[in-house]
């Protein structure tokens, strides 16, 4: 399983070499892992650009221009996309936001989550639900949302300018 995910990661990164694309990260329910996979990674210093872990949601709102909404939906992941592409500088950017557990937050029950991505086409939001203790849904939100970065990757190549 360690291999199997190496090999995720290593293709990731290839892809995203390949691309020419800059990436960033925000992220919440994950707490920086998203990051520490991807500055693993070979050659992340050609193409990783920074992240931001904002837990509390008055940093969410203060740093990544959250608007006042609930800081498990949409419109949250989305904004916290936008702002850290934008902060970062990068081509592409991820957020995560949610729901670990094992108690409800604002309305959303354990393992709602909300990721999104960023590029200079738009901002598109994805809602997961995962089952599982905290630790499972966040192991789970770090995959998807790596798997949301490596499709964006691969298939819309950065525009110009």
Do not use: N
């Not at 904002?54 to 709102?61: C, D, L, P, S």
């Not at 904004?79 to 934008?86: D, E, K, L, Y």
């Not at 809602?127 to 691969?154: I, K, M, Q, S």
């Amino acid at each position: 399983m360690a291999d199997d995910k190496r090999s995720r990661d290593s293709e990731l990164a290839e892809a995203i070499g390949a691309s020419g694309w800059t990436v960033a990260v925000a992220e919440s329910l994950t707490s920086g892992k998203i990051a520490a996979t991807l500055g693993a990674a070979p050659a992340a210093g050609e193409w990783f650009r920074g992240g931001v872990v904002a837990y509390a949601t008055e940093v969410k709102r203060r740093v990544l221009g959250m608007p006042d909404c609930s800081p498990v939906c949409a419109e949250a992941a989305r904004a916290m996309a936008a702002g850290v592409r934008s902060m970062m500088r990068a081509d592409i950017a991820v957020a995560v936001t949610g729901v670990g557990g094992p108690d409800s937050q604002d309305g959303a029950k354990p393992g709602s989550v909300w990721l999104a991505i960023a590029t200079p086409d738009g901002t598109r939001a994805v809602y997961e639900e995962f089952a599982g203790e905290p630790v499972d849904v966040v192991h789970r939100t770090v995959r998807r949302a790596l798997e949301l970065l490596h499709h964006d990757v691969t298939h819309s190549p950065p525009t110009s300018g």
